[in-house]
């Protein structure tokens, strides 16, 4: 006759849990290797093939960085006295006043919102940032298909050592170069990318992390994307400005045309 177990015959022996711990190891090394070889066998020309996945990035991305864009303007736009009336109108309980504030605010940034500055952001994130960072997220979670700390760390380190440069320098070239002002590209690159990188380090290492170690990889371009409204803001007032914080002129536009900001 068969004898029971003490956790009545089917369950969980405490007198083996020696035996269970090690064979649910061995089952999650056996889990991960089955994972990278079937990465492997699977190449990534074939993960990214088509132009469903690029184009969804790219009207996210380019949706995005409109967005980021124009909350830069609206921030850009306030002054001192708006955000004194927008603080008491908050501490008072004051909704008749806040909605005021906040109507002379929009009202102001509506009489000087740059709809060419936004559409180049857009144009940025439509064509260049959305379909990189689609291919580039696909590539590293092609190469480093187990979540591991490890893996984790690399890919953290790869996107501030090697897309953040690259974004950067594009983002100031591109709206240089439609402003008109391609010149400025060397300079502006020189002056401004290692200070805008550092403060972008602040901000994506930690957004990164989040990214890789909780996110899937079909929705890290729409999380990237989301957490880069933020930064783009801050990004599009970065590339359009120079060393002391003033906005870089746009370049007089050919006779019979507006010069664009």
């Not at 090394?29 to 990534?44: D, E, K, L, V, W």
């Not at 380190?157 to 440069?165: C, G, H, M, T």
């Not at 805008?196 to 957004?207: M, Q, R, S, V």
């Not at 590339?239 to 746009?250: C, I, L, Q, R, T």
Request: proline share 4%; with cysteine.
């Amino acid at each position: 006759m068969r004898p029971h177990s003490l956790s009545g015959g089917h369950g969980f022996n405490p007198f083996n849990w020696g035996r269970h711990f090690k064979q649910s190891r061995r089952n999650i090394r056996a889990n991960a290797s089955g994972a990278q070889s079937g990465t492997s066998n699977n190449s990534y020309f074939n993960r990214v093939k088509g132009f469903q996945g690029a184009w969804n990035a790219a009207v996210t991305s380019g949706t995005m960085s409109a967005l980021g864009d124009s909350l830069a303007q609206y921030l850009t736009a306030q002054d001192s006295k708006f955000t004194s009336e927008l603080q008491e109108a908050i501490k008072g309980g004051d909704f008749a006043a806040l909605s005021s504030a906040l109507g002379r605010s929009f009202d102001k940034v509506a009489s000087k919102f740059d709809i060419a500055r936004s559409l180049r952001m857009f144009g940025f994130g439509f064509f260049w940032y959305g379909p990189y960072q689609y291919y580039w997220y696909n590539l590293l979670d092609w190469l480093m298909p187990v979540r591991n700390t490890a893996n984790f760390l690399l890919k953290v380190s790869a996107n501030q050592l090697l897309l953040a440069p690259c974004t950067l320098s594009a983002v100031f070239s591109w709206n240089l170069t439609l402003m008109g002002q391609a010149e400025q590209i060397p300079d502006k690159i020189k002056r401004d990318l290692l200070p805008t990188a550092i403060n972008g380090w602040k901000f994506w290492i930690p957004a990164a992390s989040i990214n890789f170690y909780f996110i899937p990889v079909q929705f890290q371009v729409l999380y990237m994307s989301t957490a880069s409204v933020l930064w783009t803001a801050y990004l599009s007032y970065a590339s359009v400005s120079n060393v002391s914080g003033k906005e870089v002129e746009a370049a007089p536009a050919p006779a019979g045309k507006k010069g664009k900001k």
